[in-house]
Every structure is written in C-alpha cells, then in structure tokens.
C-alpha cells in the first residue's frame, strides 16, 4: 500500500532529523533515496523458472529519483510534503548527478527495456559496466566541441557495492571485476537489478588535458569511459579488455545465481535467458562454453546450451558498426577465448561454405556478429524496414541459411519516463479525458480520438505546449544563458550527431533559410531550430558539423533581418534531462535519416508521444509511425530505402554533379567557406565539411536537399495558417502512439524469445 502524506513526512522528518523547512535540498535529496531504496527492496520477489540476463554496453538511465517515486506511487504525495514545507520537488532533482552510463538510442533502449521488464512483473535484470565518467562532457569554447570528464560517481550512488568480485583473466593477468547492484522499479510492478561492473584499482587521477589518458595502464583506465577513442590500436584494444570484462563477469553471475536456483548447467536455458544488445556483448557466447567446458561439459554440448540461452538483436545496418576484431587483438586480450572461437568457426564453415558468413573471415578479422547469429536461436531486427533489410540485403546469406532464427521486434519508450515524467500537465489532461488506464495499457490512448474535433481539448493542448514551450526557454536561460522565443515553431533535432542522421540536411537548410529571407521570400512562421547531439571524439566530419552549426547560429543572430524569423540553438551536452526539456516543447521532430540506414529511431517515438509531428524520411521505425497516424499527420519527403539501396548497388552516386547542377544546393554549401561564415568559424573545419559534402556525401545529403526544403516549408505554412488542423494532427499523433510503447515491446520479447518464468 503507498505511504501517505503524513506517513511520508514522518520518514523523511526521522531521516533528515531536522524539520523539512530547514533541509537543504541535498538532506532532502539523501533522505528520499533512502526511502526508494527501503520501497524499492520490498518488491523483491524470488524468481521462478526463467530469468532474463540483458547484456549491454550502455544503460542511459538518465535520473532515478522522480522515475522511481512515480513507479513507486510516492511521486505525489512526496510533492506534497515538500511543497507543504516550502521546498520544490524541482530543487531536489537538480541535486541528483545523472548517472554517465550511456549516450545514445541503444542505452536508452535498454533502461526502457528494464523498467517495463520490471512493469510486467517479468525477472529480468541488466549486466553491464559501471563507468566513471561515460562517453564525456560536452562543452563548446571556440566554436568547438570540447570534451571533460563526465563525473557522476559519489559516495551516496543508487548503485550498491557489494561484496561479490569475480576474477576475469585479461592479456595472462587476473583482475578481480567488482558487482555493483542498482534496484530497477517498475510501475506498480516488482524491483529488478542493474548489475554494474567494475574495478577497485580505477584511478580517476590519471585523466589530464580534457579525456586523454594512459590506455596501457589497464587496472587504472579499464572503466574510466565509455567507447574509448579507437582511432589507435591501443584505444580498440582497450574496448575489448571493457567486453570481455562485461561478459565473463556477467556469465560468472548468470552461471552462479542459475545454479543457486537448482540448475545443474545442462539445463541452463531453463533457468537463463541472455539477450545480447548489439555486437558489444558477443564474447559472451564462447566465455560461457569455455566456462562450461571447465564444469566438465563436452564441446558440442556446450555449443547447444548456449545456443539455446542465448539471443542477438541487431541494432545497425551500417556496416562499419558491425564489430570486426583482428585476430591478434584477441590473441593478445584474450587468449584462452581463441581455442573456443576457433572451433566456432570450424562448425560455422560446416554448415555453410559461402566465406562471407565465416567468423573468421581471410583477413584473420573475428566478426562478432556471425557468432551471434550462428550460436543463438534468434537474431532480431529492430523495426520492420530494418528487419527486412537484413534479411533481404545485408544478412540475407544467414537469412537463407537460419530464416527461422530471423524475426522482428520494433523498439518502444517507457511511458513513464516520457509522459508521465516529463510531461506531467499533459498526463494530467489525457487522465482527464480519457482516465488513467493508458499509464499500464498504451493502446488506451486510442481513446483520445474521440476528442479530434473538440475545440476545447484542441485549445488545451495548445497552452500545454505554450507552456512547455516556456519551460524549454527559461532552462535554456538558466543552464546555456540563451534566450529563445515561445512565439516560433520549436523545430528540433536531437539524437547522436553521425552524417547517416544527417545534421547537416539541416544545417544546409537554414543556410537556405537565411538566403531566402535575406531575399525577402519570408517563412511562413518564425522558428527555432534547436539541436542537441555529442560527435564522437575521433569522429572528425561529425565535429566539423557542430563546428558548422555554431557558426551559423553566431551569423544568424548577428543579422538583425534573419534573425526575427529564424534562430539556431545547439544545447551543450546534450543529455536524458536535456531531453525531458526539449521532447514536451517541440513543434517539429527532424528524423531525416538516409532511409534504409537507421535501425529504428526511439526518439521519434518519444516526441510523437508528447504531441510533435515529425518530419522524416521512410526510415526505420518511422514507417511504423507513419502506418499508425496516417499520411495527413506526418511530414514525409526523401528517396525510399529501395531507391537508396539502388544506388549504392550501381554505384551511380556522384555528390559534385548534384553540386553543381542545382544552384540552390550550391548556393547553400559553398555558404560554408563563404565570407560570413569564414569571419567567424574555423577555415580547417569548414573547408573539410565543403569538401565533404561535394566529394563525397556518402549519406546521400544533397539528393534530398530539395524535397526537404519543400516539406519544411509545408510543415511551417500548416503551423501558421491552419493552427487548429496541427493540433489536431498533434492529437492524432499522441492518439496513436500506444503502439510504441516498450512494454509492447518487452511482451512481445517475452512470448516469442524469452518465455520467462516458465
């Protein structure tokens, strides 16, 4: 039963051992984390028959508090207390440190995926690593992203030392892999764990000069970051001493916990279920057979029971982030793995000859995404599109060697986190109109559209968003000192910066905007343009597009005639709780990824969710979204995945004629190394991107310049001219969304791959 107003009080009163007027917000902060964590325990339940292991490099949690008192049902009355003793629940989320465990879609899919694992009361718990400073901190100075450490670890953490060490054997040294235990709550549901790894010889000090570091002193750097940079080899090394500590931690824990449940090993898949997120985690398929091979376990035996424990997702289409190892990389890291992979390799060339589907290919490369699909009994896609292209295009040789391991799971948000949380005056109307059910049953949302044609919701769900706007504006003040207008379309963009998204559609759109107003061909509606997004450090032309960006927000606002109409905001380390800002107030959502290049997408998902449209192309999960609220209620332009996938297969594409034959797009990118541009960016970093974009483009940019022009422009003259028909396809949109919710996702996991609890 949740604790009442008084009954809460008295908790946090006995806890802080002060009156709750006089706290300061950290004394606060300390006292509820306390009380999630005595709540949180009390959801423990044993488990029975299977239990899910969700291995992955990342989990972007972002912060737990206000996420775990809404899962917990203390969020309102704990308000209540607060605001009784004149403190702001907002104050104390601002103490909190957001955990720098992830960067992008992928860890934020797997912090979804466990909190509706936990919603639906299925036992499922993550294994990964418990870095120190993440990815890192973004900061611009000079018109460049700069990066910091990203630090986040204290003594109070919602991770829990234990006592538990596991020795991993790394390069013929043994490393003692420390468990840390963080509690995942789910809504009105039971509390699963977050198992973190980590070592007790980690030496923060030896950071210096932003994140450079001593790669070779691995019982120093091993879970410093995130990614380590591996633009040189002793950065690409590293990340395998990071997956190999991952994994042959993580199976030691699978391997003990099973075995404590009655688990004899030859029957572990009825105990384990191990879904490997992406290539990351793909040692552990030859870490558990040699585990089990030391148990006494013949080869071909093991090889069975891992097969049938384990499960792939795939997560890309581009080839380069299908992880290939050079042998001697795993020779040297690695070295009692190799006899295990070898004998992979012989078994995988048994039942197939085409070299392509080898592991170990001629080149002596290991590729971890062959073992995967070969040595699990299920290799998912991520959204419909995307698992049509692996089966028909890129995987299509294991396609026609397993077509019964391939199968689709299309990506889902928690509602929790991206409605109830940061949205709370919209969740307030929707339990208005249509009643509480859609918080555990998504489809509920259905019921909104019976209200398309109802002026006053219509109206409320404009001041929702002007207020939300408003929110957006005085944070950007706050934390960036920038100053925004909530009189324009709030059109954003914000996802990790890589060409295949494409920034730099964007970038050379504004550069066009900027023409066209100076030329007096004004916009239908002002608007802010507001990106967010990190470039990976070694990621030279993702840098260059930042740098871009920034010197076209400084030209922009310099001119007093472009700037009424048009203004470019790029938010400094762009985050989870930059994202709870930024997602309620948007207007226009940008998913204009090269079609047929991104998986899924989830922050698509979230934005139509909190009443944005979306401009995109037919990419990824963006299909879906367009399937659900129809052709009226989204912007769509570009080149289709078939007409993209021709083009690579003829080879045809020829950035510099589409150059010079449109003067339009030359007009645009030659803006670039123009004067305006040249007075206040770097010529090194703009001069690149120019080339870049002429020479190359692999992304296919410039065949899409135009009919992205065109559809912005229809989406800006709907906003302007017709404000009730775009709100009502913003209805429409929030409607529809119940399709992409994660505990969707998660059910569907269960009944087809996991089967957990039986």
Same mark, same amino acid.
């Given at each position: 039963?949740?604790? /009442?107003?008084?009954? =809460?009080?008295?908790?946090?009163?006995?806890?802080? &051992?002060?009156?709750?007027?006089?706290?300061?917000? $950290?004394?606060?902060?300390?006292?509820?984390?306390?009380?999630?964590?005595?709540?949180?325990?009390?959801?423990?339940?044993?488990?029975?028959?299977?239990?899910?292991?969700?291995?992955?490099?990342?989990?972007?949690?972002?912060?737990?508090?206000?996420?775990?008192?809404?899962?917990?049902?203390?969020?309102?009355?704990?308000?209540?207390?607060?605001?009784?003793?004149?403190?702001?629940?907002?104050?104390?989320?601002?103490?909190?440190?957001?955990?720098?465990?992830?960067?992008? @879609?992928?860890?934020?899919?797997?912090?979804?995926?466990?909190?509706?694992?936990? /919603?639906?009361?299925?036992?499922?718990?993550?294994?990964?690593?418990?870095?120190?400073?993440?990815?890192?901190?973004?900061?611009?100075?000079?018109?460049?992203?700069?990066?910091?450490?990203?630090?986040?670890?204290?003594?109070?953490?919602?991770?829990?030392?234990?006592?538990?060490?596991?020795?991993?054997?790394?390069?013929?040294?043994?490393?003692?892999?420390?468990?840390?235990?963080?509690?995942?709550?789910?809504?009105?549901?039971?509390?699963?764990?977050?198992?973190?790894?980590?070592? !007790?010889?980690?030496?923060? /000090? =030896?950071?210096?000069?932003?994140?450079?570091?001593?790669?070779?002193?691995?019982?120093?750097?091993?879970?410093?970051?995130?990614?380590?940079?591996?633009?040189?080899?002793?950065?690409?090394?590293?990340?395998?001493? $990071?997956?190999? +500590?991952?994994?042959?931690?993580?199976?030691?824990?699978?391997?003990?916990?099973?075995?404590?449940?009655?688990?004899?090993?030859? !029957?572990?898949? !009825?105990?384990?279920?191990?879904?490997?997120?992406?290539?990351?985690?793909?040692?552990? =398929?030859?870490?558990?057979?040699?585990?089990?091979?030391?148990?006494?376990?013949?080869?071909?035996?093991?090889?069975?029971?891992?097969?049938?424990?384990?499960?792939?997702?795939?997560?890309?289409?581009?080839?380069?982030?299908?992880?290939?190892?050079?042998?001697?990389?795993?020779?040297?890291?690695?070295?009692?793995?190799?006899?295990?992979?070898?004998?992979?390799? $012989?078994?995988?060339?048994?039942?197939?000859?085409?070299?392509?589907?080898?592991?170990?290919?001629?080149?002596?490369?290991?590729?971890?995404?062959?073992?995967?699909?070969?040595?699990?009994?299920?290799?998912?896609?991520?959204?419909?599109?995307?698992?049509?292209?692996?089966?028909?295009?890129?995987?299509? @040789?294991?396609?026609?060697?397993?077509?019964?391991?391939?199968?689709?799971?299309?990506?889902?948000?928690?509602?929790?986190?991206?409605?109830?949380?940061? !949205?709370?005056?919209?969740?307030?109307?929707?339990?208005?109109?249509?009643?509480?059910?859609?918080?555990?049953?998504?489809?509920?949302?259905?019921?909104?559209?019976?209200?398309?044609?109802?002026?006053?919701?219509?109206?409320?769900?404009?001041? =929702?968003? &002007?207020?939300?706007?408003?929110?957006?504006?005085?944070?950007?003040?706050?934390?960036?000192?920038?100053?925004?207008?909530?009189?324009?379309?709030?059109?954003?963009?914000?996802?990790?910066?890589?060409?295949?998204?494409?920034?730099?559609?964007?970038?050379?759109?504004?550069?066009?905007?900027?023409?066209?107003?100076?030329?007096?061909?004004?916009?239908?509606?002002?608007?802010?343009?507001?990106?967010?997004? #990190?470039?990976?450090?070694?990621?030279?032309?993702?840098?260059?597009?930042?740098?871009?960006? +920034?010197?076209?927000?400084?030209?922009?606002?310099?001119?007093?005639?472009?700037?009424?109409?048009?203004?470019?905001?790029?938010?400094?380390?762009?985050?989870?709780?930059?994202?709870?800002?930024?997602?309620?107030?948007?207007?226009?959502?940008?998913?204009?990824?090269?079609?047929?290049?991104?998986?899924?997408?989830?922050?698509?998902? #979230?934005?139509?969710?909190?009443?944005?449209?979306?401009?995109?192309?037919?990419?990824?999960?963006?299909?879906?979204?367009?399937?659900?609220?129809?052709?009226?209620?989204?912007?769509?332009?570009?080149?289709?995945?078939?007409?993209?996938?021709?083009?690579?297969?003829?080879?045809?594409?020829?950035?510099?004629?589409?150059?010079?034959?449109?003067?339009?797009?030359?007009?645009?990118?030659?803006?670039?190394?123009?004067?305006?541009?040249?007075?206040?960016?770097?010529?090194?970093?703009?001069?690149?991107?120019?080339?870049?974009?002429?020479?190359?483009?692999?992304? $296919?940019?410039?065949?899409?310049?135009?009919?992205?022009?065109?559809?912005?422009?229809?989406?800006?003259?709907?906003?302007?001219?017709?404000?009730?028909?775009?709100?009502?396809?913003?209805?429409?949109?929030?409607?529809?969304?119940?399709?992409?919710?994660?505990?969707?996702?998660?059910?569907?996991?269960?009944?087809?791959?996991?089967?957990?609890?039986?």
């Amino acid at each position: 039963m949740n604790k /009442t107003v008084e009954q =809460i009080k008295e908790i946090l009163e006995t806890e802080t &051992k002060k009156a709750l007027s006089t706290c300061t917000d $950290q004394e606060i902060y300390l006292a509820l984390l306390k009380m999630v964590e005595k709540e949180s325990e009390a959801r423990k339940t044993p488990v029975k028959g299977r239990k899910l292991y969700y291995i992955s490099a990342e989990f972007l949690i972002g912060k737990l508090l206000s996420n775990n008192l809404i899962n917990l049902g203390l969020y309102d009355p704990v308000k209540a207390v607060l605001e009784a003793a004149g403190k702001k629940m907002s104050d104390i989320e601002e103490v909190e440190p957001e955990p720098s465990l992830g960067n992008g @879609g992928l860890g934020r899919l797997a912090a979804c995926f466990l909190d509706s694992l936990a /919603t639906l009361n299925l036992p499922g718990d993550g294994v990964g690593l418990r870095y120190h400073y993440g990815l890192f901190h973004q900061s611009f100075q000079g018109g460049v992203q700069n990066e910091l450490p990203d630090p986040w670890l204290s003594e109070h953490s919602w991770a829990e030392k234990t006592d538990t060490v596991y020795p991993v054997e790394l390069a013929g040294r043994t490393y003692q892999a420390r468990l840390y235990k963080l509690a995942v709550t789910g809504y009105e549901g039971r509390t699963n764990t977050l198992n973190l790894f980590d070592l !007790d010889t980690i030496d923060e /000090t =030896i950071v210096h000069d932003g994140i450079l570091f001593d790669k070779t002193k691995i019982d120093k750097n091993l879970t410093l970051f995130l990614y380590p940079d591996d633009s040189d080899e002793a950065g690409r090394r590293l990340r395998i001493y $990071q997956q190999y +500590l991952m994994v042959s931690a993580g199976a030691q824990l699978i391997l003990e916990e099973s075995v404590a449940r009655g688990c004899k090993l030859h !029957d572990l898949a !009825d105990y384990a279920a191990i879904q490997i997120n992406d290539t990351h985690p793909s040692m552990v =398929i030859p870490e558990l057979i040699r585990l089990l091979a030391k148990k006494g376990i013949k080869f071909k035996e093991a090889v069975k029971i891992v097969t049938d424990t384990c499960a792939y997702t795939n997560h890309t289409i581009l080839a380069e982030a299908l992880e290939k190892w050079p042998r001697e990389y795993l020779d040297d890291v690695v070295p009692q793995l190799m006899p295990v992979i070898e004998e992979l390799d $012989q078994l995988a060339r048994s039942r197939s000859k085409d070299e392509k589907l080898a592991i170990i290919d001629k080149d002596d490369r290991v590729h971890m995404a062959h073992m995967d699909i070969h040595f699990t009994h299920s290799t998912n896609g991520v959204a419909a599109l995307h698992t049509e292209i692996l089966k028909e295009s890129e995987l299509h @040789g294991f396609y026609e060697l397993y077509p019964e391991k391939f199968n689709n799971k299309t990506n889902g948000i928690t509602f929790r986190r991206w409605l109830m949380e940061c !949205d709370p005056l919209l969740t307030e109307a929707l339990e208005k109109w249509i009643g509480t059910g859609f918080k555990k049953d998504s489809n509920e949302l259905e019921k909104l559209l019976a209200y398309e044609n109802d002026e006053k919701v219509l109206e409320e769900l404009t001041r =929702i968003k &002007k207020e939300n706007k408003q929110a957006l504006a005085d944070w950007l003040w706050e934390t960036q000192k920038v100053k925004i207008s909530t009189d324009a379309l709030y059109d954003i963009q914000s996802k990790r910066l890589h060409e295949y998204k494409r920034q730099q559609l964007n970038l050379l759109y504004l550069i066009h905007q900027y023409y066209e107003i100076k030329a007096g061909h004004l916009p239908a509606a002002p608007m802010v343009s507001i990106f967010g997004a #990190k470039a990976a450090p070694a990621y030279i032309i993702a840098k260059d597009i930042i740098h871009a960006l +920034l010197t076209v927000s400084k030209v922009i606002a310099a001119d007093p005639e472009v700037s009424r109409w048009l203004q470019v905001v790029f938010v400094e380390n762009y985050n989870v709780t930059a994202a709870e800002k930024m997602i309620p107030a948007c207007d226009l959502s940008e998913q204009i990824s090269l079609a047929s290049k991104e998986a899924s997408g989830t922050g698509n998902m #979230k934005f139509m969710l909190n009443g944005a449209l979306t401009l995109g192309t037919m990419d990824g999960a963006n299909v879906e979204i367009s399937e659900q609220v129809g052709s009226d209620n989204i912007y769509i332009f570009g080149q289709t995945s078939d007409q993209v996938i021709h083009r690579y297969e003829a080879a045809d594409y020829c950035a510099k004629q589409w150059y010079e034959g449109d003067p339009n797009i030359r007009r645009a990118v030659d803006f670039l190394i123009g004067d305006e541009m040249m007075n206040v960016g770097q010529k090194e970093n703009l001069t690149r991107l120019h080339h870049e974009l002429i020479s190359k483009d692999w992304f $296919q940019t410039l065949p899409d310049f135009n009919a992205y022009v065109v559809r912005k422009g229809q989406a800006l003259a709907d906003y302007a001219v017709n404000p009730v028909g775009w709100r009502k396809k913003c209805l429409v949109n929030i409607a529809k969304a119940g399709m992409f919710s994660s505990d969707r996702t998660i059910a569907q996991y269960n009944e087809e791959i996991w089967h957990l609890g039986k």
